[in-house]
């Protein structure tokens, strides 16, 4: 009985560790967190981009020289 009790009681800690945070938002809510999610993604790409061309080497063909680095 009490390896009956026991097994009851993990999957019921399973389920609910398997669950997550998720069970407790609606349809709209978790397409809503999918959204911002990607939108932060895009940003951080764009931001990494303008990092990659801002690193690059300076032309020679003009008298004022930016700062390279990070």
Avoid: Y
Avoid at 38 to 62: G, H, I, N, P, Y
Wanted: proline fraction near 1%; glycine fraction near 8%; hydrophobic fraction near 45%.
């Amino acid at each position: 009985m009490k390896k009956f009790v026991i097994a009851i009681i993990l999957v019921a800690l399973l389920g609910c560790i398997s669950g997550g945070c998720t069970c407790s938002e609606n349809p709209l809510q978790h397409a809503q967190r999918l959204h911002l999610q990607k939108e932060v993604q895009c940003r951080q790409l764009v931001e990494d981009f303008d990092m990659f061309w801002m690193a690059d080497c300076a032309s020679r063909l003009t008298k004022w020289h930016g700062q390279n680095g990070i």
